[in-house]
């Protein structure tokens, strides 16, 4: 397959006014964190029934100088774009706005991100290792997309030439376990070593031969954060019906012991999943094979 060329999506800033400059980077940081609107919902935001309101009318002291009146409805441990963590009346905390933006804010930025954890398939994974600082591929890279058994490995098989590199986290799962059947068990054990490995193996492309980066990335912010930060040639979204998908699931033996997970997760797949703006983006339809 020839890939096309395209241009960078993000122009750099040169020829841009400071002005300009700002209110691009607050537009990408809430295409990169769609959850910045969630402060705007009801639920968070009511004056009289919104979560903020009623934290601040239960604790209306700062909890951290117990002193000042708080204005801050803080998360203790940092949502970071997971629903529960968001809305878990139990997460927040009440702080004046002095300590939030001193000490709180201090925290979220330094120590406390790298101690920052969020559930993935019941394993808790800090956040760092989740959606790692990225460098630029130096070689080209394809990133392939799509949901569970919509055929992106297969893809990824038929595409690629001898020698060139494949990320993918399955397989790392697998080498890990010393099996290609999946399991529940495998997954748990051998989930945070094996991000950590790909993240290690993303970081390692600054020579050599083509690298293909086989990834979920439901929503577009995803993809578009990974093909950002990766600098990848173009992005693969694997277009293949939720029915087709989860027949795959049943039929494959090495998918057989977590089937039902799969199921579940192929379902989470198609509802998390959001187009995306990324000019490179090339839809290939995962049904009848990819010739
Ligand atoms: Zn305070």
Redesign the pocket.
Known sequence: MKLPTIPPLIPDGRGYGRQQRERSRDRDRLAEQPWRAWYHLPIWDHPVTGLRAIQLARRPI?E??K??RATVAHHKRPHGGVWELFIDPNNLES??K??HDGEVQRGERAGNYAARIELVAGVAIPTNVLHPQLARSAVPLTIVCGAPAAGKTEYVRQKAQRGDKVIDLDDIIADLAGSATRTAEAKRRHLCQALIERNRRLALLTSGAPAWFVVGAAAGWERRRWADGLGAQSVVLIDTPLRTCIARIRRDPLRAPIADELEEAAHGWFARYSASNIAREIRVDGIGGFV
């Open positions: 700062c951290k100088c002193r000042a702080v004046c002095r300590c």
